[in-house]
Protein backbone atom coordinates (compact mmCIF):
# COMPACT_ATOMS: atom_id res chain seq x y z
CA UNK A 1 0.00 0.00 0.00
CA UNK A 2 2.51 2.33 1.04
CA UNK A 3 4.25 1.86 -2.25
CA UNK A 4 1.34 2.50 -4.15
CA UNK A 5 1.13 5.94 -2.17
CA UNK A 6 4.78 6.70 -3.01
CA UNK A 7 3.54 6.15 -6.58
CA UNK A 8 0.57 8.28 -6.53
CA UNK A 9 2.88 11.39 -4.95
CA UNK A 10 5.18 10.64 -7.82
CA UNK A 11 2.52 11.03 -10.46
CA UNK A 12 1.43 14.07 -8.99
CA UNK A 13 4.40 15.85 -8.65
CA UNK A 14 5.37 15.13 -12.57
CA UNK A 15 1.76 16.18 -13.39
CA UNK A 16 2.39 19.28 -11.32
CA UNK A 17 5.76 20.47 -13.25
CA UNK A 18 4.78 18.98 -16.59
CA UNK A 19 1.93 21.60 -16.00
CA UNK A 20 4.02 24.39 -15.23
CA UNK A 21 6.42 23.43 -17.72
CA UNK A 22 3.82 23.84 -20.45
CA UNK A 23 2.77 27.47 -18.71
CA UNK A 24 6.17 28.27 -18.94
CA UNK A 25 6.70 27.57 -22.86
CA UNK A 26 3.69 28.83 -24.09
CA UNK A 27 4.81 31.82 -22.45
CA UNK A 28 7.99 31.83 -23.77
CA UNK A 29 6.87 31.19 -26.97
CA UNK A 30 4.10 34.17 -27.30
CA UNK A 31 7.39 36.20 -25.78
CA UNK A 32 9.44 35.07 -29.07
CA UNK A 33 8.73 37.20 -32.04
CA UNK A 34 9.27 34.80 -34.67
CA UNK A 35 6.20 32.87 -33.34
CA UNK A 36 4.23 36.45 -32.83
CA UNK A 37 3.33 37.12 -36.17
CA UNK A 38 1.43 33.66 -36.11
CA UNK A 39 0.05 34.17 -32.95
CA UNK A 40 -1.39 37.54 -33.60
CA UNK A 41 -2.90 36.38 -37.47
CA UNK A 42 -4.31 33.05 -35.51
CA UNK A 43 -5.58 35.14 -33.08
CA UNK A 44 -7.23 38.06 -35.35
CA UNK A 45 -10.95 38.08 -35.69
CA UNK A 46 -12.47 36.90 -39.28
CA UNK A 47 -12.96 39.33 -41.18
CA UNK A 48 -16.51 39.97 -42.40
CA UNK A 49 -18.12 36.56 -44.30
CA UNK A 50 -17.28 33.61 -44.68
CA UNK A 51 -13.61 31.52 -44.64
CA UNK A 52 -12.30 28.92 -46.90
CA UNK A 53 -9.90 26.43 -46.89
CA UNK A 54 -6.84 26.48 -49.11
CA UNK A 55 -6.43 22.89 -50.72
CA UNK A 56 -2.80 23.41 -51.53
CA UNK A 57 -1.62 25.21 -48.23
CA UNK A 58 -3.89 24.24 -46.30
CA UNK A 59 -4.65 27.85 -45.15
CA UNK A 60 -7.91 29.45 -44.49
CA UNK A 61 -8.39 32.53 -46.43
CA UNK A 62 -11.39 35.04 -46.49
CA UNK A 63 -14.11 35.95 -48.79
CA UNK A 64 -12.41 38.93 -50.09
CA UNK A 65 -8.78 38.20 -49.86
CA UNK A 66 -9.13 34.84 -51.33
CA UNK A 67 -7.94 34.26 -55.14
CA UNK A 68 -11.27 32.10 -56.29
CA UNK A 69 -11.24 29.97 -59.35
CA UNK A 70 -13.79 27.58 -60.62
CA UNK A 71 -12.24 24.07 -61.66
CA UNK A 72 -14.40 20.92 -62.51
CA UNK A 73 -17.60 22.76 -61.49
CA UNK A 74 -16.49 23.51 -57.93
CA UNK A 75 -14.94 26.83 -57.00
CA UNK A 76 -11.96 27.04 -54.70
CA UNK A 77 -10.31 29.30 -53.13
CA UNK A 78 -6.84 30.28 -52.30
CA UNK A 79 -4.52 32.40 -50.46
CA UNK A 80 -2.56 33.31 -53.30
CA UNK A 81 -1.73 33.08 -57.16
CA UNK A 82 1.01 31.04 -56.47
CA UNK A 83 -1.16 28.43 -55.04
CA UNK A 84 -3.72 28.63 -57.57
CA UNK A 85 -1.53 27.93 -60.22
CA UNK A 86 0.07 25.04 -58.38
CA UNK A 87 -3.52 24.07 -58.24
CA UNK A 88 -4.13 24.16 -61.69
CA UNK A 89 -0.96 22.43 -62.85
CA UNK A 90 -1.64 19.26 -60.39
CA UNK A 91 -4.83 18.99 -62.15
CA UNK A 92 -7.16 18.35 -59.66
ZN1 LIG B 1 -2.16 28.95 -50.23
Redesign the pocket.
Known amino acids: MAFLLRLLVWALAFYAAWKWLRGLFQRWIQADPRFRVRSTQRDQPPLSGHMHK?P????Y?ADESAISQKHLGTLYY???S???E?FISQGR
Not at 56 to 59: E, L, S
Request: aromatic share 8%.
Open positions: DVCGMVFCSECRK
